[in-house]
């Protein structure tokens, strides 16, 4: 992986926090076997043949544990910015990329195969600001998807938001605040694969419930398991 790129994934420590706002966010640097959540999540998206950098943004107070961590090849950005825009345009300015993929930090679940998917898409629809996995019955972001799969944004989606003070002091994730906007961006919606339709399952880690059941499926599937695994033994472990 080259640090001049088209796309990126892109791991913001800053929004690596419990979306539910209960308090108990899940460490990236907490261990799991002999690796942390944050270098598992790194070496999943290394198996994607789509892209050419990853970036770990967040503050400099996060650069001492970044540095006993294994997480090569993803490049480091320390930034004090406390927009997630902010960071995400640091980070496509930095690493000249014109695809951001966003992925949370503890993303041990992430499949290069739909990183991949999400990717195709977006080189394949210039135009778009915005590349997501829909559900045919389910309206808005994807769960199924969280934690498996991200979202992909366009450079110049950052560049306009730059402008806009309302969404630079906006706490919401990129991709809530895209999603947000429908009459502003253009999403580019993509089925999500049937094997997920129909699920109600999770890959995010929010909790401590998360990485106890995440444990458990990743010492019955092994490493390199994509989500075709993931879902029959999610769901045993889910009963």
Not at 59 to 88: H, K, M, Y
Not at 146 to 156: H, K, M, P, T
């Amino acid at each position: 992986m080259s640090q001049k790129s088209s796309s990126i994934a892109l791991i913001d420590l800053g929004c690596s926090a419990d979306r539910r706002g209960q308090g108990r966010a899940v460490s990236p640097f907490r261990r799991v076997g002999r690796q942390t959540l944050l270098e598992r999540t790194v070496r999943r998206l290394c198996e994607s043949s789509l892209l050419d950098s990853i970036a770990i943004v967040g503050d400099n107070e996060f650069s001492g544990l970044i540095a006993q961590s294994c997480t090569q090849p993803a490049v480091w950005l320390p930034t004090d910015e406390p927009s997630c825009v902010a960071r995400a345009w640091y980070a496509a300015q930095s690493l000249e990329a014109e695809w951001v993929v966003t992925v949370n930090a503890t993303s041990v679940f992430v499949d290069p195969i739909l990183i991949d998917r999400l990717l195709a898409t977006a080189w394949g629809n210039p135009k778009s600001d915005m590349v997501a996995f829909m559900s045919m019955h389910k309206s808005g972001l994807c769960e199924q998807a969280a934690g498996l799969a991200g979202d992909a944004c366009n450079r110049r989606v950052l560049k306009q938001m730059m402008r806009d003070p309302a969404v630079m002091n906006d706490s919401r994730g990129l991709s809530q605040l895209l999603v947000s906007m429908p009459e502003v961006f253009h999403t580019r919606l993509i089925p999500l694969p049937e094997v997920l339709e129909y699920t109600d399952l999770r890959f995010m880690l929010e909790t401590e419930r998360d990485l106890d059941r995440a444990q458990m499926i990743l010492e019955a599937t092994g490493e390199d398991c994509d989500y075709r695994d993931l879902v029959p033994l999610a769901s045993h472990f889910d009963r």
